[in-house]
């Protein structure tokens, strides 16, 4: 991708104006984006075939409507153990040279790469007219997701969150139990992931002084992409330990984010926040060199969002708890089980609560006083053939671009209060800056490396 230096950084921020995320505009404008021409078979592509890539290129493979067509990873040797998968595929190590070569021999792409390069190959892909299956987080930086949702809308093309809990009939229920309004109107909800045996995703750093040797067949500088380079070291960067480096990654809040706030995010009809304000665990608050390159281990994000006809108030704070955070004891006390759950969401209404266990079965509480409501009968659905069925020609899918991407963009928000802890940041949505803070708005977007810089945004 060429440098456009063109473009200046107050043009840019212009133009994405225009893309207000919460005005009618864009929802209105979202239908555009499910018209898929009836085919037999979709042509797919997938970007990144290990860990969770490998789960996504089995998923779409048990599709009987797809043919999967060309692979690519930077890693050879996870490339090869895919291949083995999909005889026949044609096989990559670099994406653009994927979409170059594959241009009119695709129809779709997943992108299952780390956080960083989400924003640069799906972009690049809408620019070449081919629908889109994202991982969570959409980007990086709240930026890219402004950039890139509009970007979909506008190129027509389908796009899927890979939100996967938010087609199983756990997170449906939730949502239709929401919009109902069982428990009242909704007065404060309370987001958590304190998932046990994660130690190794919550680096404390430093990264090391000096690199190692890069493995056989691993292409370190496509790995790296639009971040700064840095030298190749184990353990702690690839496959899977990138999550921890703010370079890389956007910390636990920003990655399982969009999974714990999607069903709360859709239930109530939620639109940009107007502030938001991070706790931080103090040890990384005090450490000038991991607060310049890890994530911490723990965050309490609070974001103040508008009500509306489902909320008890004119303002719903929504809060968000991992690490060594968690809920207010009250609000644990309020489920009957032996243990809270270590990821959910729980929404205190008017009449009564609603508790979303992540990946499990809603409960409205208290259960004395629900017993005889009866659950919605909906039938299971798999998120990813849900996105093979629209670009089929099928129903909308049910994590698009268009609902995701304010969301995505409000859960970053948080990553960027994270980096000015126990300061409260309003957020002016439509001209993308804190009114009462300037110097945060630098965490928006990032400067990418050169040689991988996005025409139109750079």
């Not at 404008?29 to 021409?37: E, G, M, T, Y």
């Not at 890890?294 to 969002?305: A, D, K, L, V, Y």
Request: aromatic share 10%; hydrophobic share 35%.
């Amino acid at each position: 991708m060429k440098n456009d230096h063109s473009t200046s950084r107050r043009k840019f921020l212009r133009t994405a104006a225009t893309a207000a995320i919460g005005v009618p505009f864009i929802l209105e404008s979202a239908s555009k984006a499910f018209a898929a021409l009836p085919k037999e078979k979709l042509r797919h592509a997938c970007i990144g075939v290990g860990g969770m890539g490998g789960h996504d290129l089995q998923n779409f493979k048990s599709h009987p409507n797809v043919e999967i067509v060309a692979l690519c990873d930077v890693d050879e040797n996870i490339l090869q153990k895919a291949a083995e998968l999909v005889p026949g595929a044609r096989l990559y190590t670099d994406w653009r040279e994927l979409l170059k070569k594959e241009k009119n021999k695709i129809d779709s792409v997943n992108v299952t790469v780390p956080d960083h390069n989400h924003f640069i190959i799906a972009m690049s892909a809408i620019k070449a007219g081919k629908h889109v299956y994202c991982q969570k987080p959409m980007c990086h930086d709240v930026a890219e997701v402004r950039v890139l949702t509009q970007a979909a809308i506008k190129a027509g093309v389908i796009t899927q969150l890979g939100t996967q809990i938010a087609s199983s009939i756990g997170d449906r229920t939730g949502v239709q139990w929401i919009k109902e309004g069982i428990i009242g109107k909704v007065k404060h909800a309370y987001l958590c992931s304190n998932r046990s045996g994660i130690a190794g995703y919550r680096l404390e750093g430093p990264r090391p002084v000096q690199g190692q040797e890069v493995p056989s067949g691993l292409h370190w500088d496509n790995w790296i992409g639009t971040a700064p380079m840095r030298p190749y070291a184990p353990s702690i960067y690839h496959p899977a330990i990138w999550r921890a480096w703010q370079d890389f990654g956007t910390g636990w809040s920003g990655d399982i984010g969009c999974h714990i706030f999607d069903a709360v995010w859709k239930g109530l009809g939620m639109t940009s926040p107007i502030s938001v304000v991070a706790e931080v665990q103090k040890s990384w608050k005090d450490s000038p060199d991991r607060r310049a390159d890890t994530w911490p281990q723990g965050n309490h994000i609070t974001w103040m969002f508008p009500g509306n006809d489902r909320t008890a108030s004119k303002t719903l704070p929504v809060e968000w708890f991992d690490g060594e955070f968690y809920p207010p004891e009250e609000v644990r006390a309020l489920y009957p089980g032996e243990k809270y759950p270590e990821e959910a969401a729980m929404l205190i209404g008017t009449e009564g609560a609603l508790l979303i266990p992540h990946g499990g079965t809603p409960v409205l509480l208290p259960e004395s006083k629900f017993k005889d409501h009866k659950r919605p009968d909906l039938e299971e659905r798999n998120h990813y053939h849900h996105f093979v069925d629209a670009c089929l020609g099928g129903p909308k899918t049910e994590s698009h671009f268009a609902q995701t991407g304010p969301m995505t963009e409000a859960i970053l928000l948080g990553t960027v209060a994270i980096r000015v802890p126990d300061t409260v940041l309003e957020w002016d949505a439509v001209n993308m800056k804190f009114p009462n803070y300037p110097d945060a708005e630098k965490y928006l977007r990032r400067t990418y490396r050169k040689g991988w810089q996005v025409d139109g945004f750079s």
